[in-house]
Structures are given as C-alpha cells and as structure tokens.
C-alpha cells in the first residue's frame, strides 16, 4: 500500500497511509472492505457523493479531487489529487504489479480499421510463435482463451484494463494488442499502459460529440504517440522493441508526428514511406499486393480482405510485424489466412437470391467506403440499411444520408442504437442528407423506424443479384432503445428474416422482389 501511495502524485495525504487494499475501484457499488475507492466527476454524477457510501462499505483509502471532506474518519486515508480519473489508472497498474511492464504492448488507435489492424497484428505475432492478448472491440484473447467483448466498450475502464493485462501475464503472453480509442485516451482508461509501439489508422470526424471538436479528437489520438517512451526499461528482462507507425496517406500525419519520441515508421499507398504497398490487385474475394520494406525487401501478399482500406490496415500490421522483428513469411502467412473479423464484411447466405453482406461500418466514410467495394460485385442493386446511434455524434448523420444516396441504388434509414433520443428524428436527420444530395424519398430512400422492420423491407424489395447491406451492428449483440440495452444480432435477425421470407415463399400470398415502401 505504501507502493501504491507513493505511485500517486497526491497533493495531500490525510491518515495512516498503511494497509494493504484489497481493490481499486471508481464504484461504490463494487467497494468491498479494504478496497480504494477512486471519486470521479462524471458527466452526469460526481463519485465525491458517494465517499459516504464508498466509506460504509470498507474502503479504507479514498482519492478525490476535492478537499478533505468534512468528518472524514481519522483512521482511514483520503488523498487529494489534481486527477482522479487519471490516479485511478496509475492506482490500477500498481494494484495489478504493472502487468504491462511485464508484456510488449502495442496499441492501435485511429478512427476507422482498428480492430481489424489490431486483430491483424495478434494474427501476425500469432503465427510467428509468439504467445498473445488482445483486446479489441470485438473479442478479448488471453493465450489460448477468446471470449466476445460484450461491454460495448472497446476501451475499459482503467482497472479492467490492467486486470485483463494481468491476466495475460498470468497465462503467459509475451505480447499483448490493445485496441485503444480516443475516449480511452482522453479519459485516461490507459493510464499506466506501458506502450511500445503506438499504431494510427486514419482520422475523420466519428465520435466528435466526447472530445467536443475536432482539435481535442486529434490531440486525444495523438496521446497514444505521446505515451511510447524510448528510454522506459520493461521488466521482461530483454528489450522491446519502440516504433510509432503512422499512415503518410492520412491527413493527420505530419500533426502526429511531432508527438512521437520513438522512432517513427511510415506506411502509404500512395506515396514514398518506410512500408508500401505496390501493385495491388484489389479482387471482389480478396486482395493481392507487393510489400515494400525498409531493408528493400519486397513480399506478395495475398489477403481474403477485400477493399483498397484493407490494404492500409494489412501495411499498418506490415510496419508494425516489421518493428517487432517478425519474419515476413510468417506475417504473409498470417494475412492469406486471416479469417476476417466478425461483422465486417460477413455474407449471410440462407440460400436467398441475392447477397446479405453484414459490416460494422457506422460513419459516412467507413459507409461510402463500404459500399464502393460491394459496387462492382453487385450484378443488381446495391440496397443499404443503416442508422446511426442516438446520443453520439450527430455532425455525422447527413453525411451518412448523403453517402448513401450518392453510392447505394436504395437506402433504408432505420434504427442503430436510438438511445433515448427520438428514434423518428435521427432517421429524419439521415434523411435530410440524403435529400440534399438529390435522392428522392420513395424513390430512392425509406425510413423505418425499428431495424427489424427495415431490414424485412429491405428483403422485401430485393430481387436475383441485389446486395443488401446491413451497416452499423456488425458483432453487436445489442441494441440501445430508450434505457433499454435489448438482445440483437443484425446476422441472426437477417437469418430469421430470410427464413420467414422463405417460409411464405410459395403461398399465395408470397410477393418477392415487392417495391419500397
Ligand atoms: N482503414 C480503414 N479506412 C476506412 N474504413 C475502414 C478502414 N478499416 C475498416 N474500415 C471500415 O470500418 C468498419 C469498422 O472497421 P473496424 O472494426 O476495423 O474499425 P474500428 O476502428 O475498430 O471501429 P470502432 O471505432 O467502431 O471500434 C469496417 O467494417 C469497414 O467498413
Ligand atoms: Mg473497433
């Protein structure tokens, strides 16, 4: 305990200061005795209310913000401190013996493809014989175990965090990926995360409703770079390697490249860098390319990823497996079986005359992009099915309108995750981009409030060679309506709506290929 004092900058302590915690925890609901209870002012509650509570279930240190509240009790400690949410992440890594000082960590960040660079990089340490973790939105691995993400978080909170870290530690891995988003960073949920090579993706305009502007996204992306320490020793006993890699096509490059203190390695499509890709072959069942390392060496990769972005989160890995030291044959191995990660770009195939294509996409970029890949291997229409969240980012609904309306033949506008903002009202929303684009309601666009219904209707028209795109769930196993966080799954509603489309096939009343709306 005394370690775990002295690990926080605290501007003062009150009380013994001894004893051993038992826990780290910022709810007061999960404060058992003995534990540390960590107040944090949240956007809608201030943890300082709940010091009272946190104190008559056992905690024995309690760290806040505020001055020493009044009638503390003299036998247990509270320390003040500028930054509870970031002392919680420093307390968490202490509490759990630093598990990442123990590991080589690489973190992925960007706006789009970082789960599936993420999961590319474990695939890539995997195949090489490294023993690996990951954390990413989609699944959890530690060692041989996988389990789904279920939290809708892909970025814990700090203490879940470090346990998961030490967890790994416990089973062994050497090397852990960790996706990391900017909210993590900005909320400081990685605090204490000993990074050794900071990953970037891209940057565009998701999730601006956290950070506010587009500066603050920026520079809470930019906070991953920040964090790879060149000179930090690790407890392995070897050496790690420290690199930031960045994407020399993306607009924020040179922006963070002046927050790296490790060595920087590039990678481009389009343009000279450290890592390229040349002659690609973008096919409608995969992708084949040349990569291009630093030492000159030149590899062909095949890949079953489809989509020119793919090939920007195969170089990312590329660059990333190149500092780590990995063989490029084993990293070329690791992208021509990479299975794809759940909910990108998953057909679903019932036996119905047209192809049902499931993916995460959920901002207009990731969308237009989306459906620039099902384009040209879509003999029919090219229908879409999207929404976006209530209570996120609202800059990007016109967009994702537009988008739709510039690049898909029919869009149904329906629910994502409504929240408790009108479900009708984000549709409209949507729609209104879509209409400024020039897309006529009826014509080339619904809206249909309840996703279910959307995406029976968008069955419902399709005829032999359409492609319908479910956008936006992706792996999700729920759906915010209201309060509610109800069970879904846009791959088992679109199964059973094929199935219930199939069954009525026949009967007289059966009416495939029907018109919207
Ligand atoms: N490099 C990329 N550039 C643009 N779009 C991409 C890129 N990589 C993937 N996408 C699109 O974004 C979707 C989400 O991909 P992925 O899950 O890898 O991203 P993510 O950054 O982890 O997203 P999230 O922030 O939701 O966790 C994919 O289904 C694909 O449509
Ligand atoms: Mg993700």
Redesign the pocket.
């Known amino acids: 305990m005394a370690d775990l004092i002295a690990a926080v900058p605290a501007l003062d302590v009150r009380g013994p200061g001894v004893g051993d915690v038992t826990a780290v925890t910022y709810s007061s609901r999960d404060v058992t005795p003995g534990a540390c209870f960590v107040a944090i002012r949240g956007k809608w509650t201030d943890g300082h209310a709940y010091i009272p509570d946190a104190l008559a279930r056992g905690a024995i240190v309690i760290v806040g913000e505020m001055p020493l509240p009044d009638d503390f009790p003299p036998e247990r400690t509270y320390l003040r401190v500028e930054n509870p949410r970031r002392e919680l992440g420093t307390l968490a890594a202490a509490f759990y013996g630093h598990p990442s000082r123990q590991l080589g960590i690489v973190g992925v960040t960007?706006?789009?493809?970082?789960?599936?660079?993420a999961t590319l990089i474990e695939a890539m340490l995997a195949a090489a014989g490294r023993r690996t973790g990951l954390m990413?939105?989609v699944d959890f691995k530690i060692g041989a175990t996988r389990q789904p993400n279920n939290t809708r978080f892909?970025t814990l909170e700090a203490p879940e965090v470090q346990r998961v870290l030490a967890e790994m530690v416990a089973a062994g891995v050497e090397d852990a990926v960790v996706?990391t988003?900017s909210s993590g960073l900005e909320l400081h949920r990685v605090q204490g995360v000993a990074y050794d090579i900071a990953v970037m993706?891209?940057i565009t305009s998701?999730h601006l409703e956290v950070h506010g502007t587009w500066e603050n996204y920026r520079r809470a992306k930019a906070m991953l770079f920040e964090m790879v320490d060149p000179e930090r020793e690790k407890d392995i006993g070897h050496g790690v390697p420290r690199a930031c890699i960045l994407n020399a096509d993306d607009a924020s490059f040179a922006y963070l490249r002046s927050f790296c203190r490790a060595p920087v390695l590039t990678y481009s499509i389009e343009q000279a860098a450290d890592v390229r890709a040349e002659a690609l072959e973008l096919g409608v069942d995969g992708t084949r390319f040349r990569a291009v390392f630093p030492d000159g060496g030149a590899y062909d990769m095949r890949t079953p990823l489809v989509a020119r972005?793919?090939v920007?989160?195969c170089l990312a890995a590329l660059a990333t497996g190149y500092a780590l030291g990995l063989p490029a044959a084993s990293m070329a191995g690791a992208l021509e079986h990479f299975s794809g990660?759940s909910g990108?770009?998953e057909r679903i195939d019932e036996g119905q005359p047209f192809t049902v294509v499931v993916?995460?996409?959920?901002?207009a970029?990731?969308l237009a992009?989306?459906l620039e890949v099902l384009r040209p291997i879509t003999r029919g229409r090219l229908i879409a099915v999207f929404g976006s969240a209530g209570d996120r980012d609202r800059v990007k609904r016109p967009h994702m309108g537009a988008a739709a309306a510039r690049l898909a033949d029919f869009a149904v506008i329906t629910d994502e995750d409504p929240r408790e903002e009108d479900a009708e009202s984000i549709l409209r929303e949507i729609a209104a981009g879509a209409i400024e684009a020039g897309a006529i309601e009826g014509e080339r666009f619904a809206c249909v409030v309840d996703r279910r219904a959307g995406i029976a209707s968008a069955f419902a028209m399709a005829r032999p060679g359409d492609t319908v795109l479910l956008a936006g769930k992706?792996h999700e196993q729920s759906i915010f309506i209201g309060r509610e966080k109800l069970p879904w799954d846009d791959r088992r509603v679109a199964r059973e709506e094929l199935a219930a489309r199939a069954h009525r096939r026949g009967s007289p009343e059966a009416s495939s290929g029907r018109p919207l709306p």
Do not use: C, I, L, Q
Not at 110 to 117: A, I, W
Not at 359 to 363: E, I, L, Q, S, V
């Open positions: 960007g706006t789009d493809g970082k789960t599936t660079t990413s939105t892909t996706e988003t993706t891209n998701e972005f793919n920007s989160n990660v990108r770009m993916d995460y996409a959920h901002t970029e990731s992009k989306v992706g």
